[in-house]
């Protein structure tokens, strides 16, 4: 049987590789922060080469924070490497607890719960709480956790244009036929890096019974003054039923999601959740490190200060040399190349030069939709970014996209 089945596959990784859309993992051999070691393959064989990193979701430079790390191996000698069980078996530790309390905290929010990744926490979500009396209505460019969470779910489905709010309302009117809904989207989209229009969104969800899921995984620790995520950017904290993020991004870059809300919406996740009760605890070490992370937030914004000084310096000068570029209200910066080859020959030049990118093509973006996704750090100094605009630009000009020259 596998015979013909290996047949299958390789004649689809051979058009996945002929379109110029195969992805190949690079080797970083070095922690993740804004300046990394990766191995490099040539005629001599694997050799390294430092790059400056803005692919990377580690926006507040956390990655390899030195009182996160302290944090684990304290945790870890004092509660062990792993949980080697599910939450409610026994697999809930104090450090749990206070991580769950402590998120509450930051968002404002009534009660917490841990998942191992918020792939998890989105994919878990909605079946629980949501029957076929029930409707979704989800942005179209939502993440693909969230996708596959509303897929798990009997609830009917509605999609609305991104951040389209004529649309968004035309689809309300719709699901009045159901009996609770819930309106779905990300706080920041990861392909565009644009903000959700939160404060209409919730108007139209008091208009039409709705309730409102947002997921922070992009927005949480970088928009709003204090990083504090799209409720702080509207002015919202404490008015959104379902927020769900990751401490993979801003929070540390480790692993670990969370949904976050209102209390009996949270109960209900613990009895039901299938991702929760089939799921190992995240180890003592993580949780400590998340911990941590809200302390450091909580005592200085100098992390977010820095993180939106750096993200506005590079976005002007971007523009200014010509290219093509999303409009964000994030630390994500869309360069626009449409063309799924010349993202990835573009992304190769770089690393040339020392700048580390990924060309995102389909089906990561929608077809004709190819970019490099620049992801600015507060660990970046301003020669880092400045180097970084030179080499764009260079590789820019040979490839001949600037829209200036």
Known sequence: ??????????????????????KNERVI?????????????????TKEQEVINFCANNYLGLADNAELIQAAKDRMDKRGYGMASVRFICGTQDTH?????????????????????????????FEPLLTEEDAIISD???????????RLCKAVRYRYANGDMADLEEQLKKAQAQR??????????????????????YELAQKYNALVMVDESHS??????????????????????????????????SVGGFTTGRKEIIDLLRQRSRPYLFSNSIPPMIAAAGIKTFEILTRSNELQDRLHENTAYFVARMKAAGFDIKPTQSAICAVMLYDAKLSQVFAAELQKEGIYVTGFYYPVVPKGQARIRVQVSAAHTREQLDKCIAAFTKIGTKLAVLKNK
Request: aromatic letters at 8%; glycine letters at 12%.
């Open 220 to 253: 949480a620790g970088v928009v709003g003054k204090t990083g504090h995520g799209v409720t702080e950017l509207y002015n919202m904290r404490g008015k959104v039923e379902i927020i769900t993020g990751t401490l993979g991004k801003a929070f540390g870059g």
């Open 180 to 201: 609770f809904r819930i309106i779905a989207t990300d706080g920041v989209f990861s392909m565009d890096g644009n903000v959700c229009p939160l404060d209409k969104i």
């Open 1 to 22: 049987m596998y015979q013909d089945f290996q047949k299958h596959l390789q004649s689809t990784l051979n058009e996945i590789k002929e379109a110029g859309l195969y």
């Open 140 to 150: 179209a460019l939502n993440h693909a956790s969230i996708i596959d969470g509303v």
């Open 97 to 125: 607890k206070e991580l769950e309390r402590v998120i509450s905290d930051f968002f404002g929010t009534e009660d917490t719960i841990l998942y191992a990744a918020c792939f998890d926490a989105n994919g878990g979500l």
């Open 29 to 45: 051999v070095s922690p993740q922060t804004a300046a990394i070691q990766v191995q490099s393959d040539n005629v001599q064989g």
